[in-house]
């Protein structure tokens, strides 16, 4: 720490120097010719570039210095040499500029004996003083703490990081490329909400001095959307975050992105299709290949058909055909024995859904649609005709968790009302009325469905963990 504090204040008494001789340390306007990216494209020998970026290692040779400049493309090497400089310009390189030092150069483009593109450097200046030393874990900083608290760092020393949110940035891109080429519209929904609805979960609560009122953060959009579907916007899509006050792991984050979209005459099958139809887009254009490597080494298969298979089969097929046959007490038990927890008065549906998500969910690593839930689980979807104690739903789970759930969306008021209200029942929670109010002028049937994109990305990056696909997750005080 003392060796620290040492080169802190020799980087502290540089700073002090260059502004006694008039030369402003933090630089301003910068006006560069091209990306490091785009100068490695066109290695032209003797033309002319202008660059900026970060100086990420030096070698000083005495009247010659070669260097590294990084910028958010890539790296490319400087040769700084005494000769070609002013003094005062070759001097502000050799005494002034450090490690983590942001400069713009200009210079000629050549080709060292080594093979090396590099840029023989005419002209320079200081663009940012770093006056804090880049860590000594130049080839990626491994505390996980430092990683994600500190991210502009991880995003500076650790090239993989950084490819891992361009991909994400371009993934989010791409999705929006596909919705809209179908012709759905992009809108934005209150993230503020009186009643916190669309989903079962737990809100944040906040208060609004001037109306004089408590409101939510949103866990959901969807009773928003369903609104615009009766008001007569047919295919809408929103990106956006959604709030949980909920649990943290390595698959949830309480502030995460999620993608809402609904279809006014389709239902769950037209979700299924347009889901398979948007990864496997999605795949092809950003990542280039079907199959993805996860951080374990496991490979995920995206090329479709992707299989379909009734909720009640799934676990039939991997806890037993009796399964539903047996008693509740039954049930309870071989849920224990196989090391599933759940609450002592939790009603026996739930019982075998923990049953589910604990010992099932987790193994499906390939695509699979999982349908017909029951009813109790879904209260905003449509009853099958087949058979009323299922909905017609399904749960897309990738990487053995779930990616997207979609419905065939409830959109009689009735039905809606007395779900809600039984959904309520001993919670003291209050109905959204103002939902029901619309519901009753008249929703057109629809599929709806919403997309886990941190989920998404972390399944296409390979990663192992939410945080590494999430630029500032949530963390607790340090103390």
Known sequence: MEQFNELMQARLTKRQKLLERGIDPYGGRFEVSESVAEARRNPTAER???LAGRIVSHRDMGKSMFADLKDSTGKIQLYIQKKVLSDEQFDLFKHFVDLGDIVGVTGKLFVTHAGELTVRVEGGTLLSKAVRPLPKEWYGIKDTETRLRQRYLDLILNDKVRETFVLRSRVVAEIRKFLDDRGFMEVETPMMQPIPGGAAAKPFQTHHEALGIDLFLRVAPELYLKRLLVGGFEKVYEINRNFRNEGISRRHNPEFTMLEVYEAYGNYETM?????????????????????????????????PWR???????????????????????????????GVEFPKDAPDYEVSNAVYEKTIEPTL??????????AELVVLAKPSKEDPSVVDVFEL????????PAYSELNDPVIQRQRFEAQAAGHAEKLDEDFLLALEHGMPPAGGMGVGIDRLVMMLTGVESIRDVILFPQLRPQA
């Open 48 to 50: 002319e570039v202008t």
């Open 272 to 304: 299924m299709d347009l889901v398979q139809g948007m990864i496997t887009s999605v795949a092809d254009n950003v990542l280039d290949r079907l199959v993805i490597k996860r951080y374990d080494g496991a490979e995920i298969d995206l090329t479709p």
């Open 308 to 338: 379909r298979i009734r909720y009640r089969d799934l676990i039939e097929e991997r806890v037993g055909k009796d399964w539903f046959t047996i008693s509740a007490a039954e049930r309870r038990q071989r849920a224990i024995a196989m």
């Open 365 to 374: 690593l390939n695509p699979t649609f999982v349908t017909h839930l029951p």
């Open 397 to 404: 789970v990738i990487n053995g968790q779930e990616i997207a």
